[in-house]
């Protein structure tokens, strides 16, 4: 199987051994990932383009504002997020988005800076990769105000009405380790109802390990259990869902499968 692992994180703090991951990754089929970049700090943006940079064949990198820390970024930031995501090697705006379960940034200003990554997106003619959690209602009605079709929602864990409005906004759905856990009936019935070359599979790592490696830190070469999972609740093989999203995270962001 060729597997894409759609979102993942490789800060040093988090994943101080970058190429042994990568190897362990290589090794269990994954043959791309999506490195994400967010603001750390004032002026930092982490190490994710240094780390894509490093291995262009294997990592593409995006840039954003996480909803987490849109009351301490700047106007300095934004500035310097538009520049980053002008790059070409950068595929995409993003995380950005709307968390209402931890309220770390008021809502007011989560949704002005969700909605300045949309004008950014829109601009640079880049998908936009979106973080929503238990704010389902406002992102899509955000989504539909500012234009924005062409994206992924990234760790999607609502149901199946949530997952209808962001695939009518023609947007991705990104599947985490998440649909493994137990009592995610929910999310688990809006994977089988959505078309599965709208689908894109992701670890979130280091977070959010799948079944059976939960408690443990996760890394892309996991993708190959929620693969797994999809597989099942679609009732078609292991590799249809890997060869389809696959081919569908190619497309979204842009890199070319060797």
């Known amino acids: 199987m060729r597997l894409v692992d759609a979102h993942c994180h490789l800060e040093a703090e988090e994943t101080p051994d970058v190429a042994g991951v990568l190897a362990r990754a290589r090794a269990a089929g994954v043959v791309h990932a999506i490195v994400v970049g967010q603001w750390q700090r004032p002026g930092d943006f982490g190490n994710a383009l240094e780390v894509a940079r490093a291995h262009p064949e294997f990592l593409t990198p995006t840039m954003g504002i996480h909803p987490h820390n849109a009351a301490e970024a700047s106007e300095a930031d934004l500035a310097e997020l538009e520049r980053l995501c002008a790059l070409p090697e950068v595929a995409a705006v993003g995380e950005a988005g709307l968390d209402y379960y931890y309220d770390s940034s008021p809502r007011d200003v989560q949704a002005e800076v969700l909605r300045r990554q949309c004008a950014l997106a829109r601009r ?3 998908p936009l990769v979106v973080h929503v959690r238990d ?9 539909a105000e500012e234009g924005i079709s062409r994206g992924v929602i990234h760790c999607f864990t609502g149901d199946t009405a949530a997952a209808r409005g962001y695939l009518e906004r023609g947007m991705h759905l990104s599947i985490s380790g998440i649909v493994t856990y137990k009592k995610t009936e929910a999310l688990q019935e809006a994977v089988r109802f959505a078309p599965l070359d ?3 599979v992701e670890t979130d790592s280091p ?4 079944i059976p490696y939960r408690g443990k830190r996760n890394e892309p070469g996991y993708v190959v259990e929620t693969v797994r999972k999809v597989a099942e609740l679609k009732g078609v093989s292991a590799e249809a869902v890997a060869d389809t999203t696959t081919q ?6 842009g890199f070319a499968l060797t």
């Open 124 to 126: 640079l003619g880049k």
């Open 248 to 253: 569908n995270a190619a497309r979204v962001f």
């Open 198 to 200: 709208r689908l894109l």
């Open 207 to 210: 977070y959010l390990a799948p």
């Open 135 to 143: 704010a389902h209602e406002d992102c899509v009605r955000i989504l």
